[in-house]
């Protein structure tokens, strides 16, 4: 199989879960991964270091995307590990206080200014961060309830990805620079 990504997804016209951790047998400390719901690891993390940025890998191995910060916030992410400086997409915060934070994405080349293409808003305190693109809703995070619990940790939540949106790399890689220098405790 050439693709690492199961090909199921793209033919679900019901909305696919992944769960957020950090901890799990085998993960190196300070990395993320994205799991489904049977537990089986999607996509991985590598937050490796500020000067070479974080890498998106899947369930083999293989880097997907590399996200780079830059001093004003903004984000850079390239294709693969890198290397290439094959520009993918581009991602600009246009707001950020302590109750809300929100981003504009730019799909495109070295190009990609002009209108934005998707829209991602949230409270990163509460775990939620909703992507947009134009009216509709392609992913959203939220908390872990439980039933007969009065109280719900923030320490659990899912990203939930809804049909209609299949380049599910694209969502996680937004995600992971959403939560980015927040501690996610999991």
């Avoid at 903004?74 to 600009?92: P, R």
């Avoid at 109750?99 to 305190?125: H, V, W, Y």
């Avoid at 990805?161 to 299949?166: K, L, Q, T």
């Avoid at 599910?168 to 405790?185: D, K, M, Q």
Wanted: glycine share 10%.
């Amino acid at each position: 199989m050439a693709s690492s990504a199961p090909a199921y997804f793209a033919d679900f016209k019901i909305p696919v879960d992944l769960f957020i951790s950090k901890k799990h047998p085998g993960l190196p400390r300070g990395n993320l991964l994205f799991a489904d719901c049977s537990g089986n690891i999607m996509y991985g993390v590598d937050l490796g270091s500020p000067k070479h940025g974080r890498v998106l890998i899947d369930a083999a191995g293989k880097a997907l995307i590399t996200m780079r910060c830059s001093h004003s916030g903004s984000w850079q992410c390239f294709s693969g590990d890198g290397t290439g400086e094959d520009l993918i997409f581009k991602v600009e915060r246009t707001l950020n206080t302590l109750a809300r934070t929100e981003f504009n994405i730019f799909l495109g080349g070295e190009n990609c200014q002009g209108s934005t293409d998707f829209k991602m808003k949230g409270c990163p305190f509460q775990r939620s961060c909703t992507i947009y693109k134009g009216n509709s809703i392609v992913a959203e995070t939220s908390l872990m309830y439980k039933l007969g619990k009065p109280f719900v940790g923030r320490c659990r939540f899912r990203l939930t990805i809804f049909p209609g949106f299949d380049d599910h790399p694209l969502v996680v890689a937004l995600i992971v620079i959403f939560f980015n220098g927040r501690r996610l405790s999991i």
